[in-house]
T-cell receptor
Framework: GAVVSQHPSWVICKSGTSVKIECRSL??????MFWYRQFPKQSLMLMAT?????????EQGVEKDKFLINHASLTLSTLTVTSAHPEDSSFYIC??????????????FGDGTRLSIL | QKEVEQDPGPLSVPEGAIVSLNCTYS??????FMWYRQYSRKGPELLMY??SSGNKEDGRFTAQVDKSSKYISLFIRDSQPSDSATYLC???????????WGAGTKLIIKP
């Protein structure tokens, strides 16, 4: 159980293109989803937290107009990198927390999206 | 000083050895402690999730939390080459709060 699917796994596109990444919880309802960015050989850096039906909360230094997050349902959140440039190339990972019995649940992660901007 | 300290390694051990991975932290408010395994170009996979102090065992994995020393450990018994990965510790004040991550330890199990 607790499977999070992320799509696409790898995308290469030209500078100036907007790219949408999907994150789905397959077998549970996710009240909260998180978006992370990871640079090579570094730990995960939280970009934003999103709750279903409300606006995302962005971490300091993350441009909300650049990284658009939509959490339209309890099983789907999307991250859109608008007008992507080479410096946006990175590994983007989502995670989700479910509403399991007993309340507190850990974050479960998708397999990440490798974004390469030419 | 970082909130969570973790030796990045790499840690190289022979197959079959017992592996000990550790993290120290400074925030005494942390209550939830996690260990994730991450293979190259994949997302982190939850291995162990513990609340407060104590031990938790799951197959070949044992997690220990010592809140008095602000120290957590992950032990892997009978290590296999397939255990080669980066192991990340993470902790939070509340389960819905932001996770604070260690740097990750790269583990190499030599056949």
């Amino acid at each position: 159980g607790a499977v999070v699917s992320q799509h696409p796994s790898w995308v290469i596109c030209k500078s100036g293109t907007s790219v949408k990444i999907e994150c789905r919880s397959l077998d549970f309802q996710a009240t909260t989803m998180f978006w992370y960015r990871q640079f090579p050989k570094q730990s995960l850096m939280l970009m934003a937290t999103s709750n279903e039906g409300s606006k995302a909360t962005y971490e300091q230094g993350v441009e909300k107009d650049k990284f658009l997050i939509n959490h339209a349902s309890l099983t789907l959140s999307t991250l859109t990198v608008t007008s992507a440039h080479p410096e946006d190339s990175s590994f983007y990972i989502c995670s989700a927390i479910g509403t399991g019995a007993g309340g507190n649940q850990p974050q479960h992660f998708g397999d990440g999206t490798r974004l390469s901007i030419l | 000083q970082k909130e969570v300290e973790q030796d990045p390694g790499p840690l190289s051990v022979p197959e079959g050895a017992i592996v000990s991975l550790n993290c120290t932290y400074s925030n005494s408010a942390f209550q939830y402690f996690m260990w994730y395994r991450q293979y190259s170009r994949k997302g982190p996979e939850l291995l162990m999730y513990t609340y407060s102090s104590g031990n938790k065992e799951d197959g070949r994995f044992t997690a220990q939390v010592d809140k008095s020393s602000k120290y957590i450990s992950l032990f892997i018994r009978d290590s296999q080459p397939s255990d080669s990965a980066t192991y990340l510790c993470a902790m939070s004040v509340d389960s819905n709060y932001q996770l604070i991550w260690g740097a990750g330890t790269k583990l190499i199990i030599k056949p």
